[in-house]
């Protein structure tokens, strides 16, 4: 009985630590990358319950699946799309070049065209570092927590 015991014990622990360790996988290390909705529920069909702005620091609870994150935001709990939330990432950016953008919003997008989705906005002024440029003068930009695409010739 009292292996038995040892055993569950041990095996709560485990699962105790584990969900613990993947809770602290998250936290306020994610950013909003464009002002985001916070929802009632993991869909576009749920309510909005609250709202940040872009570069807002965001408390990742969960991930809920690949399009959603569950947040927490002035006490309460909801909602918000993967697409507009993502942890800073570590970009070096030796060699890369500081621009300014020159048009009032900007689209961030997930690749080099606009066939790819908006991760993101930029405004007038903001600034970014360059990393690469592409021949359809695309480049792939960092700043405010994220690295992704933009149209080269909105950059000063």
Do not use: C
């Not at 048009?103 to 903001?126: I, P």
């Amino acid at each position: 009985m009292q292996k038995v015991f040892r055993l569950l014990l041990a095996v709560g622990i485990f699962v105790v630590m584990a969900v613990y360790g993947a809770l602290l996988a998250y936290g306020a290390d994610f950013y909003a990358t464009s002002d985001v909705w916070v929802r009632s529920g993991p869909g576009v069909e749920f309510g909005i319950i609250s709202g940040y702005a872009r570069a807002d620091m965001v408390d990742v609870v969960e991930k809920v699946n690949d399009w959603w994150y569950k947040v927490r935001i002035g006490g309460a709990t909801g909602y918000v799309s993967a697409l507009f939330v993502h942890e800073p990432q570590e970009v070096s950016t030796a060699g890369a070049v500081l621009k300014k953008v020159n048009t009032s919003y900007l689209n961030v997008r997930a690749g080099s065209s606009t066939d790819w989705l908006v991760v993101g906005m930029l405004r007038k002024g903001e600034e970014v570092y360059v990393l690469e440029t592409y021949s359809n003068g695309w480049v792939k930009a960092t700043g405010y927590g994220f690295t992704a695409y933009v149209n080269g010739r909105y950059l000063d």
